[in-house]
């Protein structure tokens, strides 16, 4: 559905002439994402228009001349997943990337004031040069600090020490979808952006409750996050060439672990006691095919896998990192951890102490920028399945209706062969928290391969509902119903307050509420 003319020298006025487009080639690049699109890789909706503001009095306008005239829009800033494409007809896109500046780093109080396109690599640069650190998403350094911390979810390994985005926003800068501006927590008083809560007013619940409105309660500008003491050098020196780039020199005091265990109770009993011990910059539990995806080529992953090894060696296995801020502190944490270890039959891995396993764990722990491309690397596409955070039996109950369901699929030639358990599972608040992704991989230019990985995802959502596992983390609303919509119904109706809060502060309904909810 095109723009009328008028109403695109509305935008273009706003933002000028280089900064908005409709042409129909740069549309269809928006409608590009490797995961997610059931046909593939291309959306199936277009933006009407792509507009790039640079500031908040430019996102201000365009949602006033958005109200005006009737028109839905959905920002974006990294522009990871199809939640962040128009899920409507003659939408426009906002393209946060003008809006990319780290506005203050606070040393004394210890946060960051970042732009909506600052990403988690730029910040951690600048942060490490005032011996700070900030925490990082499962997803990778390459996207929004700002959106996990607002908008999307925002769990990450590192989550053992530094808790998850939702926890660490602090003052915040929001255009409401009326185009009304609204400052959250002490940033609401006047009083600078150290708290999220307080004394100003306290709208977290609201503004992204658990995991997030997906942009669908309009555009956050800015936004205050807390950062971590960091012990390492101001700056990471590397060695080798990207993608394999190793830090040059070990960090001090830092000590990367891989464990397995008989059981996958045994291996849910030790992260609980290891939480509660609160030792440990970073867990994060590792499936076979995981470690081999980190470690190796696509060819080399493959003739590793097939010998078996892996699935042998680490069938419940976790990565545990310690970086203590002292010799003394060093040696207590890896006194407590082989106490644990021995409570709980847990073995130390012999691939975690080659010299290989050390130098690119290390380094993709601290940057977490092997991840993704870890997950592209064999079939050029992936997703994710299940996902909520709950318990960490939850989170292994996960892992089993995940591995069953996905032998499935894996039979039927249409996703990847990993053994079927190929999850992520991460631990926060004391181990008191866990939260289980379980990945797939599936070749995103084949249609089989690519409707057959959706249906997976459709299905999993429905074992989440079956077997009472908790809303997942997936966005369903591309192929077929909703998730809130969905689960709202077995989990205490909470879709009805989305509609609610929707309804107030959209009246409009004019920020896209394809990933979120409608008004009532």
């Known amino acids: 559905m095109a723009l009328r003319g008028d109403i695109y020298r509305l935008f273009e006025s706003v933002v000028g002439p280089e900064n908005i487009s ?59 997943g199809m939640h962040n494409l128009p899920g409507v007809e003659g939408a426009v896109s906002l393209d946060l990337r003008r809006m990319n500046r780290i506005l203050e780093i606070d040393e004394k109080n210890m946060y960051a004031v970042v732009e909506p396109h600052v990403i988690c690599m730029q910040l951690q640069v600048e942060a490490m040069k005032k011996g700070l650190n900030c ?16 908008s999307v979810v925002g769990y990450g390994p590192d989550g053992l020490s530094m808790g998850f985005s939702g926890r660490n926003l602090l003052g ?25 809560d307080g004394p100003g007013p306290s709208l977290r619940g609201i503004m992204r409750g658990w995991e997030g409105a997906w942009g669908g309660l309009g555009v956050f500008t800015k936004g205050a996050v807390k950062l971590f003491h960091w012990n390492g050098p101001t700056e990471l020196e590397m060695k080798r060439t990207p993608p394999n780039y190793v830090l040059k020199e070990p960090l001090r005091f830092f000590k990367v672990s891989l464990f397995s265990f008989s059981t996958i109770e045994k291996l849910a009993e030790a992260a609980l006691k290891l939480g509660e011990a609160e030792i440990g910059y970073f867990i994060s539990r590792l499936s076979p095919s995981f470690v081999g995806l980190q470690l190796a080529s696509g060819a080399n992953y493959v003739a590793t896998w097939n010998t078996g090894m892996l699935q042998q060696m680490l069938k419940y296995a976790f990565l545990f990192v310690i970086f203590a801020n002292s010799e003394r502190e060093f040696e207590y944490q890896q006194k407590l951890l082989a106490q644990i270890l021995e409570e709980t039959d847990g073995q130390t891995s012999p691939i975690s102490e080659t010299k290989e396993m050390q130098e690119q764990t290390s380094t993709a722990v601290i940057k977490v920028d092997a991840v993704v491309r870890s997950c592209f690397r064999t079939t050029g596409g992936f997703n994710t399945s299940f996902g909520s955070m709950d318990t960490v039996d939850l989170a292994m109950n996960q892992i089993k209706a995940g591995t069953e369901l996905k032998d499935k699929y894996i039979n039927k030639g249409v996703i990847m062969d990993d053994g079927g358990d190929n999850s992520a599972t991460l631990a926060f608040d004391q181990g008191h928290l866990a939260y289980t992704e379980m990945l797939i991989m599936y070749d995103h230019h084949d249609r089989d391969s690519a409707e057959g990985a959706c249906q997976y995802l459709a299905e999993s959502n429905q074992a989440c509902l079956d077997k009472k596992l908790g809303p997942p983390i997936f966005q369903i609303s591309q192929i077929g119903k909703g998730k809130h919509g969905a689960f709202g119904p077995a989990c205490f109706n909470y879709d009805s307050w989305l509609r609610k809060i929707k309804g107030e502060f959209d009246p409009n309904n004019t920020s896209d509420p394809t990933a979120y909810a409608s008004p009532e």
């Open 22 to 80: 409709d042409d129909p080639a740069v549309l269809r690049s928006y409608m590009y994402q490797p995961f997610g699109a059931k046909e593939g890789v291309w959306a199936d909706i277009s933006p009407a228009a792509v507009i790039m503001p640079s500031s908040t009095e430019e996102v201000v306008a365009i949602a006033k001349i958005c109200n005006r005239y009737g028109i839905v829009f959905k920002a974006m800033s990294t522009g990871w």
């Open 135 to 150: 925490h990082i998403i499962g997803a990778g350094s390459n996207t929004s600090v700002l959106a996990s911390a607002t």
């Open 172 to 196: 915040v800068e929001w255009v409401l979808p009326t185009g009304d501006v609204l400052k959250l927590g002490s940033l609401g008083a006047d009083s600078g952006w150290f708290c999220g």
